[in-house]
């Protein structure tokens, strides 16, 4: 059976999953689907395109998320995308900021499907690459599941094919977009009950996912699953995520991953990207293991430090044990190269 490519995908996070962030997570998780910052069109078609766009091709396969309503514009930025090398390009119907919101795109974008079936229908017409979506379950006090039904109906017949669905509402109004992550419950039977709706979407589930477990039952009906904040607190733990949705990663040391971060970070230093841009995605790496914190204070100390360089990343994983624990698993001991690692 062909695996959906979705099968596995890290989240969309808007000052978190930039370019950097997305090298070191494809180290880690070399199968992973990985998204983009969310880009607005206006960023793209009147700001500094070349940055935004900018990505390593050992990012791939990797998505551009865009922000906004106009079929015009998003149809532009779709090609943009797809010239730039990305392999799929997503459209933000499920971020509910104020700002967002002013703009007309983001979650609102869920009370008018008609609109986003036509910017969907332009995207599609635009370019080769797939055109995708990601949404809430609803919004607001719109009737549940009507709402997302309508939706989907929308983006399916603009000839969408894959829709990320993020299972809790947002509220537009009174929350912060922080809480609109954390306060409105998750609703995975409503999600699966709406899949079952429309077998030829595919449908990823996406919200509060931060077991392989959890992962598991979710890919009993879903074609993928997408992580987003553990995947960034936590991201070595993204290899058991591998490792359920695809069978075990290659095997890989976190070492080996600070060596190519330090050499990234070296080739980076060298167009003018400053140490702490890499650094800060990297605190979460060693999470688990004695010398974790130490790991996270030395490169917090240390990435701001005028003239920090590459050399620090290997300071500080010095400061890291070997074993997570006395006595590591005998599993672990077999697995020999896996040394750092106490499941996958
Ligand atoms: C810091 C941060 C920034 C986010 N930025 C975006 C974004 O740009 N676009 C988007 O669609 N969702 C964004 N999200 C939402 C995530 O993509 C995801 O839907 C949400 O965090 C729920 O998944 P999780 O529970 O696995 O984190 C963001 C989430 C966080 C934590």
Known sequence: MQLSPHRLCVAPMLDWTDRHCRYFHRLIAPRTRLYSEMVTTGALLFGDAARHLAHDPAERPVALQLGGSEPTDLARCARLAEEAGFDEVNLNCGCPSDRVQRGRFGACLMAEPGLVGECVAAMIAAVRIPVTVKCRIGIDDAPEPDCLVRFLEAVEAAGCRTVIVHARKAWLQGLSPKENREIPPLRYELVR??????????????????????????????????????????????????????????????????????????????????????????????????????????????????????????????????RPSPRPPAHDLARGNESLSPAV
């Open 193 to 322: 009950e709406v899949a079952a709706r429309f077998p030829n979407l595919s449908i990823v589930l996406n919200g509060g996912l931060r077991t392989p477990d959890q992962a598991v039952a979710a890919l009993d009906w879903a074609a993928g699953v997408m992580i987003g904040r553990q995947a960034y607190e936590d991201p070595w733990s993204l290899r058991a995520f591998e490792a359920v949705a695809f069978g075990p990663p290659p095997p890989r040391d976190r070492r080996e991953v600070v060596a190519a971060m330090a050499d990234y970070a070296a080739a980076r230093a060298a167009e003018g990207v400053p140490l702490a841009a890499i650094a800060r995605h990297l605190l979460g790496l060693f999470n688990g293991l004695p010398g974790a914190r130490a790991w996270r204070r030395r490169l917090a100390e240390g990435m701001h430090r005028p003239g920090a360089g590459p050399e620090l990343f290997l300071a500080a994983a010095a400061l890291v044990a070997d």
